[in-house]
């Protein structure tokens, strides 16, 4: 059967070069970074190299990098990290309401440890006010988080003028560029961070490595306790082979992104094209205007069809995508973005997510576009909110 | 993680529609938990003759939907009164943990159709 | 030039069953377990299956088995995690002086946060007095933790006897088991612990992955917060290969533990009583009982010099061994091991240590009882503190 | 992380020993911070004739050890007195940062001797 891959924002394949340049690292150059002799050596150089390779794909220096096991560990040790490092300047957060849960679970658990965090709330775009934000600053604020771009939506934020108010008003600044990195340009400079969150599995590197940019001079309590790896800054011994991959998949990711944004760009706006027009009762979530949002990522609902029942029928098909109704993890709550967006509960119910990723080809859009009216129709008939 | 009788049901769900002249008819669930299912029954002689569904929700919300005519087809009110939603689980094979609460409307959808019908036949 | 690694308490390779096993999950099967498609699904019943792996080797139930980044996160979970949920049972803690850095500083963060902590002495041969331990336990201690083997004199703790006791006293026991698992037989139900952490990456497993046992019922605040993967216990995307790799590891370990015990004791007892008796001014450091050590694990002290520059004279011949001097790592300290054992401060920054794998030979230790003598007599006529 | 300009002086150290009649011996550092170094001087008309060392420590301790006397040897004391830790370091084109202070022990020994030359000579 037809696999058609367009779940590129929950995880990628590994790149077949990242793969490659991991292989050594497992049974031939296996020693830990840290020991003094011929086995430690020979890889401490390597994860140096991938430190160079994110810093080049970030516009910041390697000595900035701090490698980490997940984007979720970055997200948990750029709040935790400076809500604790700066305790004493103050107590407040904001972010917004449609971060990732490795953001707003952060802040909530902050919130029960005398923590105040304000939610900048969305428009029905999922677009935030910078005026709001502005008027949130208080003295008590230590920390700014919000993300680069949205994973369900796409929706691309204004984090070059989020960094400048935050810069003005002498604010720490976080953004959880987990989805940005690879499909947009990412300057850590230009967008003034001060901490900066990227995974591998977004990116073609494999699950299970990250890295958190911190730009020097940001004092922060440890995350991960215990030895003295990464300059002090988080312990564990090192995943060797995910950091070489996380390193080439950034070299990667530099080298080709220009000319990957175009190509996906053009998949993901004729499968958004085609289906608005082919399939009735459908609405577009995120921004309207296609060039706010991460060129990859389509956000459909398709009304009266609850969204796990749809993928379930897609992937009959072979089609892989995915869904912001929770119902897939067994919470009964829709996701909480449609919901800050304020979507209609039924569309917000049934909206399906797909990302592309250069992988993909034209032919597997026309397959697709032809494959999923059908779906839709033969689902809706069962449904008991649609009428003919 | 559903088990194949699930996606069979799912896949090809059994007694799917609406009956136009149907003597007793159930909804239970509402949009905001993401799930609402209407049965549908044409009883006679105390006998379910025909039922018919429609649903809106997950995968598991689909098959228990289809399970459930299919257990009910030909029962009486009394026997169907007492099919439970664990029993629709298990004719299932099972389901996953989280999806329990799916299986928690299949039967209630049904006990509401007999109770409209009774209602309405009293 | 010969290589010959005696390093394994460091990190060790991947086991060829491992790799070959982990494989097919990087490019192939790289779907993310959560997904609902065929791409989530191929990969959720190999987490399963590893989670078996890993339940089977510790003898709990697959549903107490949590999977993490590495020992160091295990860690940090199990003692900051049991810290917040039962601070408002009390705020004592209890370990040891001779803990891994991951275990010892994450006490001393919770030390700064309103946590009291007793790190308990060891003796000369770097033993617990378990009537100390008994004393030490007051209505406010929350947790005993005390790892399983010392990573760095091999020395074993009565595991047994300190879950009698935690339980007797109604204690939560927590065990770093990093350096246990797979070279001495592990069993969390004899044991009595709550929790105990294992690494794969000191197994044969790769790098960047570990496992935390978590006694059903035991009630914890979450370390990574985030998405609900691992049961709401611990956020962050699987690492899917990473968990694959741990499992087969378990396995392998389940599998050959009695026949690779005998055989690295062998070797380990024979390089231990060759260096013994051939090099003048050595001390043993750890249990003199061998039986009270992990069977593969041999530290010694080169009295007069330094240990980084032995390693770098064994590592010329090819000998990947390690110091417990903190030289290495760029403090000025001696090993707070040696130093918590009270020994000589020459003595303690001229301690080395052998750590073998079942892939280690009987010529090696051959060899490096070959090697060894002129190198220490040749160090030991640089040294001004050697007369001869 | 080592230069190859330290592993050749630490793996082939220059001037190891002691110098029977020294006239400047210097000593510096402590077992408890893991570094001794002793330099043992041979001095003639101000000029540096003779200088070996013992050292114990790690890789940088005997590699600076071993640079800091050949660039002493056949220099006045006051050109020896001038030679910086900085120097050293460099001569070995460069330590791993977590190692610059066993370099701050080598020009300092050295300097400890010319001293107790000088005191034992004035
Ligand atoms: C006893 C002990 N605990 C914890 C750790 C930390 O494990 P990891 O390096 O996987 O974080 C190690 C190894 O470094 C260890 O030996
Ligand atoms: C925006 C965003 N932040 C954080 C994460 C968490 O990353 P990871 O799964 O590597 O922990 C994800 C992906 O799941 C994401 O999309
Ligand atoms: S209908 Fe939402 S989980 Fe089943
Ligand atoms: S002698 Fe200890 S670091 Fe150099």
């Known amino acids: ?388 | 993680m559903y088990t194949e009788k699930v996606m069979d049901h799912f896949s090809n769900p059994r007694n799917v529609g609406e009956i136009e002249n149907a003597n007793g008819v159930g909804e239970v669930g509402n949009a905001s938990c993401g799930d609402i299912m209407k049965i549908f029954l044409k009883v006679e002689d105390n006998i379910i003759k025909d039922v018919k569904f429609k649903t809106f929700g997950c995968g598991a919300a689909i098959a228990t939907s289809s399970m459930v005519t299919e257990l009910a087809i030909g029962k009486t009110l009394e026997e169907a009164l007492v099919l439970t939603n664990q029993a629709v689980a298990e004719a299932l094979d099972g389901l996953p943990p989280a999806k329990m609460h799916c299986s928690n409307l299949a039967a209630d959808a049904l006990h509401e159709a007999i109770k409209d019908y009774q209602a309405k036949n009293s």
Request: glycine share 8%.
């Open chain 1, 1 to 388: 059967m037809k696999q058609i891959y367009l779940d590129n924002n929950a995880t990628t394949t590994v790149k077949p070069e990242v793969l490659e340049a991991m292989l050594p690292y497992f049974r031939e150059q296996f020693g830990n970074p840290s020991s003094v002799h011929w086995a430690g050596r020979m890889v401490s150089g390597a994860i140096e190299k991938a430190r160079e390779q994110v810093a080049q794909l970030l516009n910041c220096s390697s000595a900035e990098v701090v490698f980490v096991s997940c984007g979720s560990e970055g997200d948990n040790f750029a709040i935790k990290g400076t809500a604790e490092a700066l305790r004493h300047k103050g107590n407040h957060i904001i972010t917004t309401t449609v971060e990732h849960p490795a953001v707003l679970e952060t802040c909530e658990y902050l919130e029960k440890n005398g923590f105040e965090v304000t939610y900048l709330p969305v428009d029905k775009d999922g677009m935030l006010d910078l005026a709001d934000l502005e008027a949130a600053i208080s003295d008590q604020t230590i920390l700014i988080s919000v993300m680069w771009a949205n994973n369900e939506t796409g929706n691309l934020f204004p984090i070059n003028e989020i960094g400048e108010i935050a810069r003005r008003h002498k604010v720490r600044f976080h953004t959880d560029a987990v989805q940005a990195i690879g499909k947009v340009p990412v300057d850590v400079q230009a967008a003034k961070v001060d901490l900066l969150v990227l995974s591998g599995h977004k990116i073609g590197a494999p699950k299970g490595v990250g890295a958190l940019y911190l730009r020097r001079g940001t004092r922060m309590t440890r995350f991960m306790h215990g030895g003295h790896q990464e300059r002090n800054r988080r312990a564990g011994t090192h995943n060797v082979p995910g950091i070489v991959g996380l390193g080439v998949a950034c070299e990667l990711a530099r080298l080709n992104q220009e000319k990957d944004y175009a190509y996906v760009r053009r998949l993901r706006d004729k499968l958004e094209q085609g289906i608005l027009s082919t399939v009735p009762d459908v609405k577009l979530n995120g921004h309207p205007n296609p060039d706010l949002r991460l060129p990859n990522t389509l956000n459909v609902s398709f009304n009266f069809i609850e969204g796990e029942s749809l993928l379930l029928f897609f992937d009959m098909k072979g089609i892989a995508a995915s869904s912001g109704s929770a119902c897939t993890s067994g919470s009964l709550e829709p996701s909480h973005v449609m919901k800050a967006m304020g979507v209609d509960i039924v569309l917000a119910h049934s909206s399906v997510r797909f990302s592309f990723s250069a992988d993909n080809t034209e032919e597997e859009v026309d397959y697709i576009l032809a494959e999923l009216p059908p779906i839709v129709q033969r689902l809706r008939e069962m449904s008991p909110l649609y009428q003919r």
